[in-house]
């Protein structure tokens, strides 16, 4: 007979987005550190130190059993950073810049 356990050092938050238990951290961030970086779990630690390499490590496992849930979330949030884009670009402000050549 086997019993199931949770992941050791992930929790949901109040919002129940899981998180790295006794900090702000987000799978979700670690997951983001890893895809758009290419961070082993030793960069993220190096980059986060106040995360021990069991958070990381459990972040990461929990992310590749629950891969489905926490990409949608990355799409989701992605498709909300470009409707706030489209709706808070001014033609103006492009055009000051493009006679600038910044852009």
């Known amino acids: 007979m086997s019993t199931a356990i949770t992941y050791e050092h992930i929790v949901l938050n109040q919002s129940g987005v899981p998180t790295i238990e006794g900090t702000n951290t987000k799978i979700v961030e670690i ?5 758009a970086y290419g961070w082993s779990p030793e960069e993220i630690h190096f980059q986060h130190p106040y995360l021990s390499l069991g958070q990381i490590h459990s ?21 909300k950073i470009e409707t706030i ?6 033609p103006e402000i492009k055009e000051k810049l493009r006679e600038k050549g910044l852009i």
């Open 31 to 35: 997951v983001l550190d890893m895809k």
């Open 85 to 90: 884009r489209k709706q808070t670009a001014t």
């Open 59 to 79: 972040a990461l496992a929990y992310y590749w059993d629950n891969s489905d849930e926490i990409d949608r979330d990355v799409k989701d949030r992605l498709e």
